[in-house]
Each structure stands twice: as C-alpha cells, then as structure tokens.
C-alpha cells in the first residue's frame, strides 16, 4: 500500500525570478508547440525549458534537449533561482475552478514521495502508455536526475481524515507560499508543512490506501525504469535510495473537488468511408436518434443534442456523433448491455467492457471503421480534443469524416477498472484542472542532488 515521506523540495526562489506566474507551465504532454513558444519568452527560467525543451537542426546524443535542461537545472541551482527547503516537508496543494454553470470549486491534496512499486502492488494504473513518450522522459531523467513534475494519484477516503490533517497544517503554517493563476484561470496554492505530527499523521492515514494512477502514467512507469538501471549500478542497494521513491500529488477520490472532463475524438482521412455503409452496421448495435438542423436552427438543435447526450449517459453507453456532409446531430445509445459479449465474449467484466470508451475504441473504430488498434496508438486517422465547440467545429476541416463526443468517464469507473486489472483505451479521462509544472522539484541522486544550492 501507500508508503509516503516528506522531503525537501527545490522551489523557485521569487527574489531572483520575480513573479511566480511567469515560471510556471501546464504539464508537458498537453503543451502545443505554439504554447512551447509562448512558455519560452514568458520568462527565461519558465519550467518549460526542463520538461519541454526545444530541439535543435544541430542536436545529438550529449548535446540535445536533455543535455540543455541539465544545464540549465544545475546552473539554476548554482545561481539561487532554486533553492532546496531547509526540513523535509510535504506540500499542500489546492487548486480553485470554475465549472461551467459559473460555481467556484476547490479540489485538495498534496505532493510528497511515494515509494515506488510495481503495479497491481498498490497501485494501479488505469490507462495504456506508449513506448516514445517513455523513451523520451527516461532521457530527461537521466540527464537531470530529477522529478520535475508530479505523478497525479488517487486515494479513498470517505472520511476525509487526511483532508483534515492538511487542513489543520496548513492553517498552522499560514499562508501559501505559493499562489498562483494558470492560464486557464485556475488558483493554484501550495503550503509548505514541515509538522513532524501532521505529517505522521498524514503517513499514518495513508498507509493502508490503494493508490490509482490518475495522470502521468508514462512518467511513473519511466521512474519504475529508472529506479531498476540505478539499482544495477548499486553493489549492495538497501531500497531507501532516493530513486526508489516518485513525487507524486495525492488527492481524494471521495472529495467533491474531482472533475473529471471527456476527450472527443475526431476522425479523419479513412479510405473508402462511406457514410451510408457505416450507419447501417451502427443500426445493428446502436439506436439513432437525428438531431436535423440547418442555417437558423443550429445553435437550439446543438444544444438539445447535447443536452440529450448528457441525459443519456446517466446510466446508458452512449456517444454524440456528426458525420460528414450531413446536416444533423445524432445520438447512438447501445440497444442492449449484452452487445459487447460478441467483441469480448463472456470472460471479460462488464466494468470494462461497458465503458464508453472501450465501446467506442473497439466495437466502433476497430470492427466497425477497421482502425487497427496500432493505428489508434499511433493517432493516424485519430484526433483528440477536449472541448464540445472544437469538436464539432472540426467536421468541417480537411479531411475529417466522423466526430464523436462523450460523456465523462465516472470516478468509480477509474477504480473498477484499475481494481479488476485492465486499462483503458488512450485519453479515456481527463482529470480537470491539470496539475501546474514547476511548483516543486523533487532532486534524485546524482550531479544535481549533490549540487549546493546558493545561499540567499
């Protein structure tokens, strides 16, 4: 189960950098290249330049983006723009957003280490991950010997006893150290708690929880990757080694500040689509319901649609689809739940195999649409996005055929699954607000953990 630690985190030091907002950055595996540029010229010590840097015509093994950030971590350490806490500390971490009818809500948790395990030993995962994008951070941890940002994990507790803890923590400790906006509009605040007694408590509560992956799935499994080469180099290693150990954000999954948002899919460019061919096998699994619409009705049929596709996903699988060169709106709703049993069978849970995203991934895209699922991981006819409007305003772009919006995928969903030891299909959640990057940095052994950070 969960084992968990203080430690002394490298923080941005706002005398030498000024204004906090300028250093901070969304996680890097949302980050456009156009926000890449953004992010570069906001401040010349934005977090970015670690966990994205920019590539080179000229890079090579030694000299590249990793090489880069290693530098500029090490000479930030050198010039005070990071200092290291004096105690080993635990980071209270609350983030306050809107929803979409306007209300303000707060989701909590906090950053610390947590030991690192192999999965199904207390903790799950509950997406896929894809081999490059784990190369990639393996190279950037090597290079730095750091965890620059946060694994983003679930923990149950209906009694919200940690919560409490860290409530009266940080009410102890004053006010934030840090206390931010992001771009999205979204007050991020952190409290530094270094309580020896809140912080056994909080250890203490934690001990017997199951941990759930929430975002940063390639990132734990490359810190798994890490921890293994450095024991190889260890003689006789004891597993308190500051590798054995992740940052990593906890936060309640019985709370009533986790959002979770779905991910729409874009489909485009599959040769010989034809519409006609395809809503005739959808009719063996799917019942239709058309929302027609045309230049002065479109904006009240959206919002019936939409309003429908929510109502529907109460209790149903159901998607919101648009197809090329039609002028409506329809909403797909499986007819019945044994449906699936013909791509699945009768061995596989119904937690899984019920989930809209599977329905979607393998019932649509693969036997349907014959996307193999190569193809899905590699994204060549797949697009996501997040929000409805930029969904439904791509059908009419390039070569797209088919949107299909979804509903959220729920929070006990996220647990069932990863309990029952499945994963889902890409993108099948999307946990709002992101974590921010570069409110702490977690140093590993190696060059960087042994630099002497300057005194200011």
Not at 358 to 374: A, N
Request: glycine residues 8%; charged residues 25%; aromatic residues 10%.
């Amino acid at each position: 189960m969960a084992e968990i630690k203080p430690f002394k985190g490298l923080l941005y030091n706002p005398a030498r950098v000024g204004d906090l907002n300028k250093v901070m950055a969304p996680p890097y595996d949302v980050i456009s290249p156009k926000k890449q540029d953004e992010l570069y010229g906001r401040h010349p010590n934005n977090i970015i330049r670690l966990i994205l840097g920019k590539t080179g015509p000229d890079d090579k093994e030694g000299s590249d983006r990793y090489s880069r950030a290693a530098d500029e971590l090490k000479r930030w350490i050198g010039t005070g723009v990071l200092v290291k806490d004096e105690k080993p500390s635990i980071y209270y971490y609350s983030q306050s957003y809107k929803l979409k009818d306007g209300s303000v809500q707060t989701r909590k948790g906090f950053i610390a280490l947590s030991k690192l395990q192999d999965f199904g030993k207390g903790i799950h995962p509950h997406e896929k991950t894809l081999s490059g994008p784990k190369a990639d951070r393996l190279k950037l941890m090597q290079a730095c010997n750091v965890n620059l940002s946060c694994i983003f994990s679930l923990y149950s507790d209906p009694s919200l006893k940690v919560n409490r803890a860290l409530d009266d923590g940080a009410s102890k400790e004053g006010g934030p150290i840090i206390d931010v906006s992001d771009d999205d509009g979204t007050d991020n605040r952190v409290w530094r708690i270094d309580d020896p007694l809140v912080i056994r408590s909080v250890s203490e509560s934690m001990r017997d929880k199951a941990l759930f992956i929430a975002d940063g799935h390639h990132r734990y499994e490359t810190a798994l990757n890490y921890r293994n080469m450095m024991r190889e180099k260890e003689d006789s290693p004891t597993g308190h080694e500051p590798y054995n150990y992740v940052m990593m954000y906890f936060s309640n999954m019985d709370d009533e500040g986790m959002t979770i948002w779905p991910t729409h899919r874009i489909i485009h460019s599959l040769k010989g689509f034809e519409p006609s061919s395809f809503t005739k096998q959808c009719g063996e699994y799917f019942d239709t319901e058309e929302f027609p619409f045309n230049g002065s009705n479109e904006t009240s049929a959206r919002s019936a649609f939409l309003k429908k596709l929510e109502a529907e996903g109460g209790g149903k699988t159901a998607f919101g689809l648009q197809i090329m060169d039609k002028n409506s709106y329809f909403i797909l709703t499986m007819k019945t739940r044994d449906m699936m049993d013909r791509v699945f069978g009768d061995k596989i849970p119904d937690v899984f195999k019920n989930l809209d995203v599977t329905v979607l991934h393998s019932l649509i895209l693969s036997r349907i649409l014959g996307i193999t699922q190569e193809a899905q991981e590699k994204q060549e006819n797949l697009i996501y996005v997040k929000s409805y409007d930029e969904a439904l305003g791509a059908m009419n772009k390039g070569g797209n055929q088919l949107v299909f919006l979804l509903n959220p995928t729920r929070i006990e969903q996220v647990k069932a699954v990863a309990l029952a030891g499945f994963v889902m299909p890409q993108k099948s959640t999307y946990f709002y607000p992101k974590l921010l990057s570069g409110l702490v940095i977690n140093l590993l052994s190696g060059k960087n953990s042994e630099e002497e950070p300057a005194k200011v």
